[in-house]
């Protein structure tokens, strides 16, 4: 029955139901040709050094993903050879056909994620196979080949090891990585690509927000709609994010910095820009509750998202809830002065406070967050000291691990 | 008020209105930071030409968008220089900084047009200012910069005058244009591309079906959903695309050849594969009617589906209607035997029978044209032969014009 409901807006059973074709990617190798077990390997890696290294640019220049290192990681894919051995080798542009399946059909993909250097002087990564499941699950949605999640990490560390200079020795920075993944069969039609290339591009990036921690302001206009169910926008496909760019021009112009996007006809709050949005809020109960909108497969399952659920879980303060929740519950909260902070989360900002939404063209306040005690600053300072190391935690990995 | 609607999904209301945000777009010069006046010109075109000429296929050799010619255009654009001259240069790889915002975020888009030798030994164009316009529409809805769509025609058409000899010298076969436009500023934040490549390559095809008319099956599942409102159906985007091949792979598991895709709760006919969708019948009032989806944001607006229209209703032979209809109207359709024919249109294959579709675990048989008062095959002849140049008609352009 999940099935019958996904592919209509029934938005109790798209919040509550396991997509059909979502168990349907985790489960179909059969409409790969290559199964998971077929997988590059990272001890086949061949290294190129660069004969010279690029000057680094000052963290406090940093502008974000404007920086790359040395060196970049490539693995090719042939639907007759298999996966090619890995390949590092100095930054450069990539050859591609021009009727690349990529460039033609968006058949492409990426992942966020950062490594710190921590202060114990060792660089760690966050959480890093989360992203390797993300990236494999995307794969699969696009028709990708797949491989082993930790052979890709392997390489990556190895390319994090021999840039090891360029991720920034600074607590407000970090070493952004970006695995890409795209189609490169050279026809027109659309269908399978029959070749494609995996590669990491790595780069220093500065704090998101060069002036601290500064609250964003916000669109929210039920005429723009990111994802749909039936649709891909659970998973990290490079299509997700060509449409928004218009939509966050659009919001520019109103006088806001991102997009809050809505769906349904009851105005559900999804996600902000390119990052998950949670409320912290006292329900209608009384209670103190975190808020945020479950992975119905209209949101990105984002890591950051994962890793605050988590935290607060343990904590046992307040309820935490993954539900389908609305402007007009938004609106009754702030009216009724409940309403205590609204945040994004994401791997870029880590976490970026909401400031105002502009709705049906009012803009609605959201409390400011100055005191101590906010949870938004709270979650900012446990996460910044785990990325950094001052708080040991599982969910870092050594370039060694 | 019509903006208020596009957001959700009151179906009557999607199928009725003009989407706000379509008006945006099209009004929207001032969020695009180059006006359609500044442009680049055909006159400044550059030629490098190549030294051999590839060998050509033969016809029957043919796969669809697997041959290209011996040259390709390119034009340039970067936000500070605005415009560089147009380049028609050997057929090369693309050198691409592996942050692009094409690759990264699906900031691109394609057309696709035709040109055909005709009787008359004079190469063609089918509409092709159609497709300027159509590319000019979705290079603002992806905030590229846009340009003079008859500056770009006369570009194409040097193009395929320097490659004429591409152009098959077949009644079955022709060139195939696509114009791509990519984003290439290489920052990985999410946002306008502040540099791009629009740039052409054509190659000869085949017939669509090497086997003759053959007509094809359809998977209609309601768990899958290709565009919706406030998204961005009605583009040429590649991100419309790379979606869609792994729904294609699931189809081909079912035994069927393509996707009908469907819309809505009340499961609305959109489009097949990358085709427009039309079906013949006597509707219930009695009457012989073609009927086919709007062009309400959701689908494509195929220049084969608005020629298709504009000859039937020359014709004043039945009834030609433009609006949403759904999958219970097919099937009573089919039950009560007024279903005549169901057919695809596009470029690719001009028009494609439809010979069953399975829905809801059931195959729908939708009667077989042979006959030759068909009207698929009627639009097949009455195409062909305008294409070919058998029937003068305003429709087709030569190079000179």
């Given at each position: 029955?999940?099935?019958?409901?996904?592919?209509?807006?029934?938005?109790?059973?798209?919040?509550?139901?396991?997509?059909?074709?979502?168990?349907?990617?985790?489960?179909?190798?059969?409409?790969?040709?290559?199964?998971?077990s077929a997988s590059f390997k990272a001890s086949d890696v061949q290294i190129k050094h660069?004969?010279?290294?690029?000057?680094?640019?000052?963290?406090?220049?940093?502008?974000?993903?404007?920086?790359?290192?040395?060196?970049?990681?490539?693995?090719?894919?042939?639907?007759?050879?298999?996966?090619?051995?890995?390949?590092?080798?100095?930054?450069?542009?990539?050859?591609?056909?021009?009727?690349?399946?990529?460039?033609?059909?968006?058949?492409?993909?990426?992942?966020?994620?950062?490594?710190?250097?921590?202060?114990?002087?060792?660089?760690?990564?966050?959480?890093?196979?989360?992203?390797?499941?993300?990236?494999?699950?995307?794969?699969?949605?696009?028709?990708?080949?797949?491989?082993?999640?930790?052979?890709?990490?392997?390489?990556?560390?190895?390319?994090?090891?021999?840039?090891?200079?360029?991720?920034?020795?600074?607590?407000?920075?970090?070493?952004?990585?970006?695995?890409?993944?795209?189609?490169?069969?050279?026809?027109?039609?659309?269908?399978?690509?029959?070749?494609?290339?995996?590669?990491?591009?790595?780069?220093?990036?500065?704090?998101?927000?060069?002036?601290?921690?500064?609250?964003?302001?916000?669109?929210?206009?039920?005429?723009?709609?990111?994802?749909?169910?039936?649709?891909?926008?659970?998973?990290?496909?490079?299509?997700?994010?060509?449409?928004?760019?218009?939509?966050?021009?659009?919001?520019?112009?109103?006088?806001?910095?991102?997009?809050?996007?809505l769906f349904g006809n009851d105005h559900q709050l999804t996600e902000v820009g390119t990052?998950?949005?949670?409320?912290?809020?006292?329900?209608?109960?009384?209670?103190?509750?975190?808020?945020?909108?479950?992975?119905?497969?209209?949101?990105?399952?984002?890591?950051?998202?994962?890793?605050?659920?988590?935290?607060?879980?343990?904590?046992?303060?307040?309820?935490?809830?993954?539900?389908?929740?609305?402007?007009?519950?938004?609106?009754?909260?702030?009216?009724?002065?409940?309403?205590?902070?609204?945040?994004?989360?994401?791997?870029?900002?880590?976490?970026?406070?909401?400031?105002?939404?502009?709705?049906?063209?009012?803009?609605?306040?959201?409390?400011?967050?100055?005191?101590?005690?906010?949870?938004?600053?709270?979650?900012?300072?446990?996460?910044?000291?785990?990325?950094?190391?001052?708080?040991?935690?599982?969910?870092?990995?050594?370039?060694?691990?």
């Amino acid at each position: 029955m999940a099935g019958r409901l996904i592919g209509v807006w029934n938005v109790k059973a798209v919040s509550t139901l396991q997509p059909r074709w979502v168990q349907i990617c985790s489960t179909s190798s059969r409409l790969t040709s290559t199964a998971a077990s077929a997988s590059f390997k990272a001890s086949d890696v061949q290294i190129k050094h660069a004969e010279n290294s690029k000057p680094k640019p000052k963290v406090e220049d940093l502008v974000f993903g404007a920086n790359f290192s040395d060196h970049m990681l490539e693995i090719e894919y042939t639907a007759d050879k298999g996966w090619g051995k890995p390949v590092i080798s100095p930054f450069h542009n990539l050859s591609i056909h021009p009727g690349a399946k990529g460039l033609q059909f968006a058949v492409e993909l990426f992942e966020g994620m950062k490594a710190y250097h921590c202060v114990d002087n060792k660089i760690r990564l966050f959480r890093p196979m989360e992203n390797m499941k993300r990236l494999l699950s995307t794969a699969e949605r696009l028709s990708l080949p797949t491989f082993d999640g930790r052979e890709l990490l392997k390489c990556i560390k190895k390319l994090i090891s021999i840039d090891s200079e360029w991720v920034p020795r600074s607590l407000e920075s970090s070493l952004y990585i970006r695995p890409t993944f795209i189609g490169t069969e050279p026809t027109l039609g659309v269908g399978k690509s029959t070749s494609s290339l995996l590669y990491v591009i790595i780069g220093p990036v500065g704090p998101f927000f060069k002036t601290g921690f500064k609250p964003v302001s916000l669109l929210a206009d039920p005429q723009f709609t990111r994802a749909w169910p039936g649709g891909v926008g659970g998973y990290k496909t490079a299509s997700n994010y060509g449409p928004t760019v218009y939509v966050s021009n659009y919001a520019i112009q109103k006088d806001c910095q991102q997009v809050l996007w809505l769906f349904g006809n009851d105005h559900q709050l999804t996600e902000v820009g390119t990052m998950n949005l949670f409320t912290f809020w006292v329900n209608e109960q009384g209670e103190k509750e975190l808020v945020t909108a479950p992975l119905n497969g209209l949101i990105l399952p984002g890591v950051t998202r994962k890793s605050l659920l988590e935290l607060a879980r343990k904590w046992h303060e307040f309820k935490v809830t993954e539900r389908n929740y609305t402007m007009a519950e938004v609106q009754k909260a702030l009216n009724e002065n409940r309403l205590l902070e609204m945040f994004g989360s994401g791997t870029a900002c880590v976490v970026c406070s909401v400031e105002k939404i502009l709705y049906n063209e009012n803009w609605l306040k959201i409390p400011e967050v100055t005191e101590k005690k906010s949870l938004t600053k709270r979650f900012l300072k446990e996460l910044t000291d785990i990325h950094y190391g001052k708080v040991p935690h599982e969910w870092m990995e050594t370039l060694d691990d």
